[in-house]
């Protein structure tokens, strides 16, 4: 079972990896504590720890791969989250793809996609 998703977002996929591994930025763009380490193997929190996990993967301004939890799930449990990041007409697409999540956690983490992430980032890079 996987969720995938496709943005598109009106700036450069340079403008977008910055803001998903910048703590200042992302946290800037969605209102919420973020603490990322933008190196492979380096610890990311975000809204304030709801969700947590490593840089698994990292691929400037191309991949971004990372063991992702979020914190009511049970204790060892990581789902794999791959967001890859392409130039298209003017506009970046990022897609994105998460498996090896808790079955009953797809509706809330498929909406929360758009709620959480998408919409927040779309607002803060096309104003900027």
């Given at each position: 079972?996987?969720?995938?998703?496709?943005?598109?977002?009106?700036?450069?996929?340079?403008?977008?990896?910055?803001?998903?591994?910048?703590?200042?930025?992302?946290?800037?763009?969605?209102?919420?504590p973020a603490d990322i380490v933008s190196e492979e193997g380096g610890a990311f929190?975000?809204?304030?720890?709801?969700?947590?996990?490593?840089?698994?993967?990292?691929?400037?301004?191309?991949?971004?791969?990372?063991?992702?939890?979020?914190?009511?799930?049970?204790?060892?449990?990581?789902?794999?989250?791959?967001?890859?990041?392409?130039?298209?007409?003017?506009?970046?697409?990022?897609?994105?793809?998460?498996?090896?999540?808790?079955?009953?956690?797809?509706?809330?983490?498929?909406?929360?996609?758009?709620?959480?992430?998408?919409?927040?980032?779309?607002?803060?890079?096309?104003?900027?």
């Open positions: 079972m996987s969720i995938q998703q496709s943005i598109s977002i009106k700036c450069s996929p340079d403008k977008l990896y910055g803001a998903m591994m910048s703590a200042a930025e992302f946290g800037q763009a969605t209102g919420a929190s975000c809204f304030g720890g709801q969700i947590t996990g490593r840089q698994i993967e990292l691929k400037e301004n191309q991949r971004i791969v990372q063991a992702w939890r979020v914190g009511s799930w049970p204790e060892g449990v990581y789902s794999i989250v791959k967001f890859d990041i392409d130039r298209s007409n003017g506009s970046t697409t990022v897609t994105m793809d998460q498996s090896g999540f808790p079955d009953d956690s797809e509706p809330h983490l498929e909406a929360g996609w758009h709620k959480m992430y998408w919409t927040p980032l779309r607002t803060h890079l096309e104003a900027a």
